[in-house]
């Protein structure tokens, strides 16, 4: 192998006047909204470690460093080996921050380390020739268009949503004056190790060294090391082994990191007493270091944990490894595949809430029965489900990072009580909430709601359409790999000079438009074909999609009884409509709020529980 050159080199110096490109055999881009929380709450966790308002601008400069890794690179094409995750991440985050900053010199600057032009040909910092649909969607995204990428490739789905995820988490995370020295940190204060090799076969030997070789154990491995080696029992030890290698390859089979993952959520959820506090200068707490180093925090916090002689740890791996891995085992499939009496576990994971883990195998204790781990499943599923509704409805975030602290502290209240204990823990929990379901009226489509509002279309329809005795559809209404998803359809369409006399003014009609109450969901390609269509010619082909679109036609109300005796039992006022006017969109919109309270109550809990 010929000389290896590594240098340290900031963002700025990354992007600024350099191309690099993907070998056709390189894996595609492949991170999911987990990882892109992960490396979002990384990075303002560290900002906001120095950060402060009352900062001079200038102040940035003597903020810390965070170092992000090792990049691998060919010095004959710049091809990247090692690092395009975290490169194709960070160049959507620059994205975003070209969005939100006003000042055009600021845009300018992040602008050219996002893409150059020579010639008049546009070429974005990671260039890839033969992926011609990777130009298209970072385009779209720097263009701010819509691009439709449900039969594009994997790495081209993954950037266009992941783009929308670092969009929700940072409008709730970064406070807009803190925008320009974010910006700042980041460009010049994130740091990489450049690793050029000569040729492209010793970039590959590299890359190999340094991920392959097993020089290192995982935290995983070191943590199994060191609870069997507290087994004095050969028999036992033995037996422990076993059943932990079997789990742990059960845990991998669902995904990369899902047996670390596992152990992060068990840790926390049973043992973790503190957490750091997001204000500068505070120490991380048990919370954070499980986190990052949970084999070291198990070995320092025995007697935390009641790890004492053998016993313990036989206990801790026969009985509670297994019983929590197989809970968490469980947890994973309910969140994929939508089970009857876990809904709610799917429901969560549809809305990307991976802390419901934690929460969940907090309630649980060790010694109870399958039954009753079942009913706290269930039961606090349902509770977070509740919680992050009135949030939402609320426009309150429920993203990773803003709420990780308050799951945190009810973590550590809801620990391995009774049902019972539980039971009235969660009740307490959603109805002294300062936000309740009162406010539906506000509630309309926008940048925001966006990725809330196919989620709670669906949950609607679905509602009346099981209510009414019909078949479950709720999974292939929130499925995006669909051939034709469904998509959000507006009552009214988006023609104001239609709708002069109701909204004098387009602002009006645009927020009247967006509406809670004037919105549907009907398949892709209906939805776009309906756009130019008056209210009366769209009725008919409402009549023959989901229930809450045929209830605006007055055929859905004749030989129909499951669904009429549906109505009167729930007092609800459904009705149709020729014309779909101002008073009309109102009318819908107070019928769609009595549905939210009734899919939304309180007494839903006690279902949870007989």
Known sequence: MKKIEGTPKTIRELFTGVKYTIHYYQREYQWQTKQIEELLDDLTEEFFEFY????????????????????????????????????????????????????????????????????????FNIHVPEMPHRYDVMNALLQNEYMDVTNHSETIRNIYHRYADIKAIMNDTLPRKALETFKDWLIDNVDFIRIVAQTEQDAHKIFVSMNDRGLSLTPTEMLKGYLLSKIENDGLRQQANEIWKKRILELKGLGKEEESDFIKYWIRSQFAETIRERKKNALPGDFDIIGTAFHKWVREHNTQMKLSKSKDFEEFVLKQFTKFSQIYLELKKYSTILTKGFE?????????????????????????????????????????????????????????SSIVYNV???????????????????????????????????FR?????????????????????????LTSNFYNYVNRDLKNPYDIEHIICDHHDWFLMEYPDKETFDRHRNKFGGLLLLPMDKNRSLNDLTFDRKLPIYFGENLLAKSLNSDCYQNNPQFKRFLENENLSFKSYTNFDKTALLERQELYEALVKKIWSVEQLENQII
């Open 344 to 400: 709610y576990v799917f429901y969560n994971a549809n809305r990307n809430f991976t802390l419901q883990y934690q929460l969940i195998l907090a309630a649980i204790d060790p010694s109870e029965t399958r039954e009753e781990s079942d009913k706290k499943i269930k039961l606090i599923s349902c509770f977070l489900d509740l919680y992050f509704t009135r949030r939402i409805f609320n426009y309150k975030t429920v993203d990773y």
């Open 445 to 469: 489509l926008n940048g925001w709601t966006t990725r809330y509002m196919l989620h709670i279309l669906s949950r609607m329809t679905d509602f009346i359409e099981t209510e009414s005795g």
């Open 52 to 123: 402060s308002d009352q900062d001079e601008r200038g102040k940035v400069l003597e903020y810390g460093h965070y170092f992000m890794g090792s990049i691998v690179l060919t010095a004959e094409d710049n091809a990247i080996i090692d690092g395009q995750q975290r490169l194709t991440s960070l160049t959507l985050l620059l994205i975003y921050l070209y969005h939100q900053l006003e000042d055009e010199e600021e845009r300018a600057e992040v602008l050219q380390l996002i893409y150059s032009k020579k010639a008049g040909t546009k070429t």
């Open 408 to 442: 945190f502290l009810l973590s550590k209240k809801i620990r391995r009580k009774s049902l019972a204990d539980l039971f009235n823990i969660c009740k307490h929990e959603i109805l002294s909430m300062e936000f309740q379901l009162d406010s539906i009226n506000e």
